[in-house]
Structure formats: structure tokens, C-alpha cells
């Protein structure tokens, strides 16, 4: 993993370092073509004052004189062709077997032209003691495309080296301030999970005040919280057990408690099923008595009746006689 991680910040780091080189290797290298055709102008400038005076001497009585001198030194220059040119009535003398090209502007200086197909490069520079005068040099673009490319060559195989150093000091600076805080914590869990359980009690040692350092002690807070997660929810099983170990017992002593008010219950059954049968047995001699005395109340009333009746009769004996 880390050493994947490492791969990536090393190439994200060459990656970075290249792009930024390459940019400033193509500024480099348009600034050393620039530089190139300043300093070849520079020559133009120093060979159109030596040619000034001839010029302005022999032109236009010995026109074909000042013709060999620019052919001779367009030769010498390796140059295309060198003209003569008046602002009023354009090219006077000219070496250049054509001068239909058209020429725009380079960007360089003013006074640098580049074609359009960029193989020529026209520098044009008027003389001092006529400003409508002016000598224009055309010369080929080849030779600073070739002293670019070489150029660009060797900034590229200087960027390559400085890649190369700076990567691997980036690179060791990258280990030590980011990769070994993360083996450290990596190492530490990995330590923790080796002894057969975890800890969760025990910290991630933190040892820096950066991002990674914030990072660790999200971490550790993050344990301590589901540390305290776990206590809490054993605390509340340990809890639940003994209440459930609690009502397992209240529902023992309920059970065995019915259990006793099922014999009582049964008993106390069994003895009024028996009293019942007394009190039945009761009921029944009560009317029977209650029979008997209503007999014996009948008796007597018929005996009452029959006493009277028997008063009644001596008494009218008694009034007779």
C-alpha cells in the first residue's frame, strides 16, 4: 500500500517538476532563437555601416559594383539575398532571384520579418545617412531551427537531471514528513491487532500539529467514543441480565404460589362440594320438620277446634239442665 502511495507522490512530483521544466525550457528556447537572430542582425548592422559609404558613393552611377559587393557578402553571410530598397521606389538592386515571398511580422523586433512558411527570415535596416535607403537581409531560418533543436536537446537532458535530484530529495522529504507518520500509526494497529484483541483503550502515539496530526486524533477520538459505546452497552446487558434473572425468579415463586392456590382452590372445592351435600342434607330435614310441624300444627288446630266444639256442648248442657 505505501509503497504504491510512495509511487504515486514521487510520479505526481516528476510529473509536476517536468511540466513546470517544460515550460520553461519552450520560453527558453524561443528566447534563445530570439537571441540568436538579434545577435545575427547585430552582425547586419555592423556590415550595412561598412557598406554605407560605398553605397552612397557608387549609387546609382556603378550600380553593378555595389551589385558584386552585396553578392560577395551574401556568400560570406550565407545569407538568401541582400536588396537595396527605397522607401519611394522600392527595390533598387537586388540579389534574390525572386522577391515575391511574403514576409510577416516575427514578433522578435520590428524589424524582423519571418515568411509565411517560416523559412526565411528578413531583417531590414535603413542607412544612417539616408533614412529612405535601407538594406534587407534575407537569410534561412534552417540554421537557427537546427541551433534551437540542439538547444532544446540539451534543456531537455538538464530537466531530465534536475527531474531526476529533485525527485529524489522530494521524494525523501515526502517520506519523512508524510509516509513514516503513516507506517508509525500503520505499525502501531498492526502491533495492536497481534497481541489477539484490541485495545481500545490505547492511543495512537501523535507527534505532529499538521492535517496528518488532526487526522490521529479524529482517530483515537473516534475509538474513545466507541470505546465508550461498548462499556455502556455491556453495562446495560449486565443490567437487563440481572433483571431478567430477577423476574425469572418472581415468576418461579408466582408459579410455585399458584401452584398452592390450585391445591387450597382444589381443597376448598372438594370440602363445599361435601358441605353441600350437608347443607342439602339439612335443607331436608329442616322441611322435613317444617312438614312435620305443619302436620302437627293441623293436628292441633283440628284438635282446638274439636275442644272447642266439645266446650261449646257442655256448656249448653249445663244452661238445659
Known amino acids: 500500500m505505501f509503497k504504491s502511495l510512495l509511487f504515486k507522490v514521487i510520479f505526481s512530483v516528476a510529473i509536476s517538476i517536468f511540466i513546470i521544466e517544460l515550460i520553461i525550457g519552450l520560453f527558453s528556447v524561443s528566447s534563445r532563437k530570439k ?8 552582425s547586419f548592422q555592423l556590415t550595412t555601416e561598412a557598406l554605407e559609404d560605398d553605397i552612397l558613393d557608387f549609387y546609382p552611377k556603378e550600380q553593378e559594383k555595389i551589385l558584386i559587393r552585396l553578392q560577395h557578402l551574401s556568400q560570406n553571410l550565407g545569407l538568401t539575398c541582400i536588396q537595396l530598397y527605397s522607401d519611394t521606389q522600392k527595390t533598387l538592386l537586388s540579389t534574390c532571384p525572386t522577391v515575391d515571398t511574403k514576409f510577416y511580422p516575427s514578433g522578435f ?51 531530465g537531471i534536475i527531474i531526476a535530484f529533485v525527485t529524489l530529495i522530494m521524494s525523501f ?37 499538521d492535517e496528518l496530526g488532526e487526522i490521529t486524533n479524529f482517530f483515537n477520538l473516534y475509538i474513545e467514543k466507541v470505546h465508550s459505546f461498548i462499556v455502556h452497552a455491556i ?9 431478567i434473572q430477577s423476574l425469572h425468579k418472581l415468576t418461579n415463586k408466582i408459579h410455585e404460589g399458584s401452584e398452592k392456590v390450585l391445591e387450597s ?57
Open 109 to 159: 523586433s520590428d524589424n524582423i520579418m519571418i515568411s509565411k512558411d517560416e523559412d526565411l527570415i528578413r531583417y531590414k535596416i535603413n542607412l544612417k545617412q539616408n533614412n529612405s535607403l535601407s538594406l534587407i537581409y534575407d537569410f534561412p531560418n534552417a540554421q537557427f531551427i537546427k541551433e534551437t533543436k540542439k538547444y532544446a536537446l540539451n534543456i531537455v537532458a538538464l530537466v
Open 235 to 243: 453495562e446495560t446487558y449486565r443490567e437487563l441480565k440481572e433483571r
Open 35 to 42: 537571441q540568436l537572430i538579434l545577435s545575427k542582425t547585430e
Open 265 to 321: 382452590t382444589k381443597k376448598i372445592t372438594g370440602d363445599a362440594e361435601s358441605q353441600n351435600k350437608e347443607l342439602g342434607s339439612i335443607q331436608q330435614s329442616i322441611k322435613n320438620m317444617e312438614n312435620e310441624i305443619s302436620s302437627l300444627y293441623e293436628i292441633a288446630d283440628d284438635s282446638g277446634e274439636h275442644a272447642k266444639k266439645t266446650l261449646q256442648t257442655i256448656a249448653i248442657a249445663q244452661k238445659q239442665g
Open 173 to 209: 522529504i515526502l517520506y519523512l514528513i508524510i509516509l513514516k507518520p503513516i507506517i508509525s500509526i500503520k505499525q502501531q494497529i498492526a502491533h495492536s491487532l497481534d497481541q489477539g484483541h484490541i485495545d481500545l483503550t490505547t492511543k495512537i502515539q501523535n507527534h505532529s500539529k
